[in-house]
């Protein structure tokens, strides 16, 4: 069956320094990967879409990367901030509009210490 | 535009109660998804609606049903609540016209179930 893996420990980070989250799954082949940010008592909140032929993608400090042979991606925040503190859910999916029944990862909390 | 609104935000039920919960979607938004959330579980999907229809359906008992309303808002209900229901009910829609990409979902703020 599909299986995403975070990691269930919290990652504390110094203010400042870059953040990298990690994003694993397998058996299937997502052609996208998208990412939420979800703060305590609140609903997750879209960050970024990545495409399997996109390496890359950038929006201000953040940085998502999508190997498909690794079957992973990396989610970067460069120059922390205490507000950046919160749970980071990664969500892999094959094509296709709407939903369809789009699955997260159990998501990374992650702790910007000042 | 006005965001995913859900009501109510928090409720509380004794186990044998049932309980009826409200998604109104981003205008324009034809797909509404339902999810639970709880600290073990995480994000578990429970249901998608298109068009008033079921389109997809998440590995829930029977007790967890659904609807969508023409004008796309949505409802769900919980019959028979258990103690296990306690949770935070996440309603998210999205745009679904088929093209890569567009089933970016936009959250709710969630209703807080607490079954005593």
């Known amino acids: 069956s599909q299986k995403i893996e975070q990691n269930s420990e919290a990652l504390n980070i110094q203010e400042g320094k870059t953040a990298t989250l990690t994003c694993n799954y397998t058996?299937?082949?997502?052609?996208?990967l998208q990412w939420y940010r979800q703060d305590p008592g609140r609903g997750p909140v879209f960050l970024l879409l990545?495409?399997?032929?996109?390496k890359e993608k950038r929006k201000e400090r953040l940085k998502v990367t999508f190997d498909t042979t690794l079957k992973q991606s990396l989610f970067h925040i460069t120059a922390s901030q205490p507000a950046d503190s919160a749970t980071y859910l990664c969500?892999?999916?094959?094509?296709?509009?709407?939903?369809?029944?789009?699955?997260f990862g159990k998501g990374t909390h992650l702790i910007i210490q000042p | 535009k006005a965001g995913v609104t859900q009501t109510p935000r928090y409720l509380i039920k004794t186990r044998g109660q049932q309980v009826t919960l409200s998604c109104s979607p981003i205008?324009?938004?034809?797909?509404v998804s339902w999810y639970q959330q709880t600290p073990g579980q995480g994000l578990q999907f429970l249901f998608e609606?298109?068009?008033?229809?079921?389109?997809n359906k998440g590995n829930f008992p029977g007790r967890f049903s659904g609807r969508q309303f023409s004008n796309s808002r949505s409802e769900m209900n919980v019959s028979t609540l258990e103690l296990g229901d306690s949770a935070l009910y996440l309603c998210?829609?999205?745009?679904?016209?088929?093209?890569?990409?567009?089933?970016?979902?936009?959250f709710g703020a969630g209703s807080r179930l607490t079954v005593l």
């Open positions: 998210a829609s999205s745009l679904d016209d088929r093209a890569p990409g567009a089933n970016v979902l936009t």
């Open positions: 058996n299937y082949s997502p052609a996208y």
């Open positions: 990545i495409r399997e032929n996109e």
């Open positions: 969500a892999p999916h094959t094509m296709g509009g709407g939903a369809d029944g789009l699955t």
């Open positions: 205008s324009g938004h034809r797909s």
């Open positions: 609606y298109f068009s008033e229809t079921q389109r």
